[in-house]
Every structure is written in structure tokens, then in C-alpha cells.
């Protein structure tokens, strides 16, 4: 049975069970956790992988601290969101890990594309690594924190745990006025008659998370290499600003403009800045100039 701590009301509905029926076949099967509040479901699963947990789901009606990249707090009203973070423990290589975000943001449009009919990239895009724009406005946002157990003499440092927080703008209405030019939801978008129910879209988030994890597990790399256009209009020819927050120490430079010139074999970006140097972005994020 799927844990359920606190039995949702009718003003906080969340079918639990729904979700675990859908996701049978998935590593995440009876391991989903609903909570009415907590302050980030990044928390909770960090939590519970320091106390030796390597699996589970926890979903939350309301965050009041969820969680951004760097110092960015992430926008989490009640009921409107799907605020989700799953702990996974594949056995991976550190250096595998490295396509993570990429692997789970393609997971996360791939189940909007398929629970909403969105076309992707023209529609719902993804900003690499681990952000996802809708119509030039972004609607969901990834966040992970990884874990690594130490390389031996024969084997390399291979990954422990990732904490995966994933954030989707579902029935939001407004939004901050600091955001409010910047952000969407699924929603404001779709306009549809009634408000969309979240537990077909967690379902398929779920689904497609698992079929991604098995792909790093098995080493296979194609997706981060191979017909890249289907899936995001950012990784070539898109002119860019880096917000780079640890640059290399040969990339001094922590902010810089320049077109996008696809990845590397490692599955980091590649950015021709304006003074023509090919640079590796390494860590930070992307925006329009």
C-alpha cells in the first residue's frame, strides 16, 4: 500500500492511490507519500536518504519554502502546483550522473506532451538543463541534489543517492508580480473548462522518469546525444546569456553572452561566446540576453 500520512479533504484532494495504480510497472510503486505542508519535498526526501532510504516519492499540497537552483525560491500556493521529489539510488557512475538534470527534464515534457497534447519544442521547451518554458514562459523547474559514494582504486566514484525535485505550474491563475511577466501555468495556457486534476500528470512524470533512469542504468546515452532538435530549440544556434555560479578556473567569468553550439560528449553544454572562445558550461543556467 502506498504510504499516506495525512488522508487528503475535499479542499485538499489528491487521489494517492490513482497514482500508485498507474505507476504498477515502475520502480516507484508503492513508495508515494502525500503531505497536506511541509516546506520542501526536496526536505523530506533528504531526510529520508540520510537515514538510509535509497527509494520513495513525496508529494505536497503546499511548499513554504520549495525550493529553486541557487537562492531562487520556488513559487508553491496550495492545491496548485504539483510539487513532487523522488530518491533514486541507480547504479551509475558519477560521470553518468552528469546527464541527470537533462535525462529527468526530458522525462518531465515528455508527460506534459503526453497528459496535455502540447507540441514539443514549439511548445513546451526545454531551457537546459532543467528548466521547462511554455510559449516563452516558464512552467516547471528541476532541482537536484546528488550524493556520491568515493572511488576506489578499481572503480570510479559511482553515485549514492539523487534527491529529484520537480516543480510544475498546474492551476495557477497569478502569480507574483516579480513573476508574473516570467512564469505560466499549464492553465493560463490550455484554458481549459475546469482546473486540470495533477494526478494524471504525476503519474506520467513517474512513468517517464523510470524509463529514463533505466536508460542511464544500461549506459544508453542517445538521447543526450542524438536528434537533440526534438526535444529543445536552446542547445544550437541559440543565442544565450550564461549565469554561470562555480565557472572553471579558465572561464573566469561568471556571466557572458554567445550562441549555443550544442554538447559535449559528457552532456554539458557547449557555448560559442561573443569573443569566439567555445566554452563548457559547467554549472549555472541559461536566459535570453
Not at 40 to 67: C, E, F, H, M
Not at 222 to 241: A, C, E, F, H, P
Not at 263 to 281: A, C, I, K, M
Request: some cysteine; overall charge neutral.
Amino acid at each position: 500500500m502506498a504510504n499516506q500520512p495525512n488522508q487528503p479533504s475535499e479542499s485538499h484532494s489528491f487521489n494517492l492511490a490513482e497514482v500508485d495504480a498507474a505507476i504498477a510497472a515502475t520502480q516507484f510503486a508503492n513508495h508515494l507519500n502525500y503531505i497536506f505542508t511541509t516546506t520542501s519535498t526536496n526536505d523530506l526526501a533528504l531526510k529520508a536518504a540520510l537515514a538510509g532510504a535509497r527509494s520513495g516519492v513525496w508529494i505536497a499540497g503546499q511548499q513554504i519554502a520549495g525550493r529553486g537552483r541557487g537562492a531562487h525560491l520556488w513559487h508553491s500556493p496550495a492545491d496548485a502546483g504539483l510539487y513532487m521529489t523522488a530518491l533514486v539510488a541507480p547504479a551509475i557512475p558519477m560521470q553518468t550522473a552528469l546527464n541527470l538534470s537533462f535525462r529527468v527534464a526530458i522525462a518531465v515534457q515528455s508527460a506534459i506532451v503526453a497528459v496535455t497534447g502540447l507540441e514539443r519544442p514549439r511548445q513546451i521547451d526545454i531551457r537546459w538543463p532543467n528548466d521547462l518554458i511554455l510559449n516563452g514562459r516558464k512552467c516547471g523547474g528541476i532541482l537536484i541534489d546528488t550524493a556520491s559514494n568515493p572511488a576506489s582504486s578499481t572503480q570510479p566514484a559511482t553515485l549514492r543517492y539523487a534527491v529529484i525535485g520537480i516543480g510544475i505550474n498546474v492551476n495557477q491563475t497569478a502569480f507574483p508580480p516579480e513573476l508574473d511577466t516570467v512564469a505560466t501555468s499549464l492553465l493560463r495556457e490550455l484554458s481549459p473548462s475546469a482546473p486540470l486534476r495533477r494526478e494524471p500528470l504525476a503519474a506520467a512524470i513517474l512513468i517517464a522518469l523510470d524509463t529514463e533512469l533505466r536508460c542511464l542504468s544500461t549506459n544508453n546515452q542517445q538521447l543526450t546525444k542524438n536528434n537533440l532538435s526534438q526535444y529543445s530549440t536552446w542547445l544550437s544556434g541559440k543565442r544565450v546569456r550564461v549565469e554561470a555560479r562555480d565557472p572553471a578556473p579558465n572561464q573566469p567569468s561568471a556571466s557572458y553572452t554567445g550562441t549555443t553550439a550544442g554538447l559535449n560528449p559528457s552532456g554539458f553544454l557547449l557555448v560559442r561566446d561573443d569573443d569566439g572562445q567555445l566554452r563548457t558550461v559547467l554549472s549555472g543556467g541559461l536566459r535570453e540576453p
